[in-house]
């Protein structure tokens, strides 16, 4: 059985930093693209990263790039995202995937697009950012 288990989330001040981890179990994880979405109230799951051992990195939301960085630790099966200069904007559940075909491609408008997708979803982790 495939498992994923986000962890790391809590309430964090603005321009704080956050590291998220994943566990995961029941796949062999190098070979699976792994990735994170969020989801914030009222709004659709957004792709936020995601890297293929085949195609590496694919970034999908422009308010993220250059403060969030994901990376994998294949001999511990997890997978991290490091988010620096928190904005309250953040704010939201962060879910961690995986799929065993590459990361889907990226083009404008791609990140609310690509959460069917992936066929394995933890069960997230809350993020949230004070002004």
């Known amino acids: 059985e495939v498992q994923l288990q986000a962890s790391g989330g809590g309430l964090v001040q603005g321009r704080g930093s956050l590291r998220l981890s994943c566990a995961t179990s029941g796949f062999t994880f190098a070979n699976y693209a792994v990735g994170w979405f969020r989801q914030a109230p009222g709004k659709g799951r957004e792709a936020v990263s995601c890297?293929?051992?085949?195609?590496?990195?694919?970034d999908y939301t422009d308010s993220g790039k250059g403060r969030f960085t994901i990376s994998r630790d294949n001999a511990k099966n997890t997978v991290y995202l490091q988010i620096s200069n928190l904005k309250p904007g953040d704010t939201a559940v962060y879910y961690c995937?995986?799929?065993?075909?590459?990361?889907?491609?990226?083009?404008?408008?791609?990140?609310?697009?690509?959460?069917?997708?992936?066929?394995?979803w933890g069960q997230g982790t809350q993020v949230t950012v004070s002004s």
């Open positions: 890297e293929s051992p085949t195609t590496g990195i694919t």
């Open positions: 995937v995986a799929d065993p075909e590459p990361c889907p491609t990226y083009y404008p408008g791609s990140a609310y697009r690509v959460a069917a997708f992936f066929r394995h």
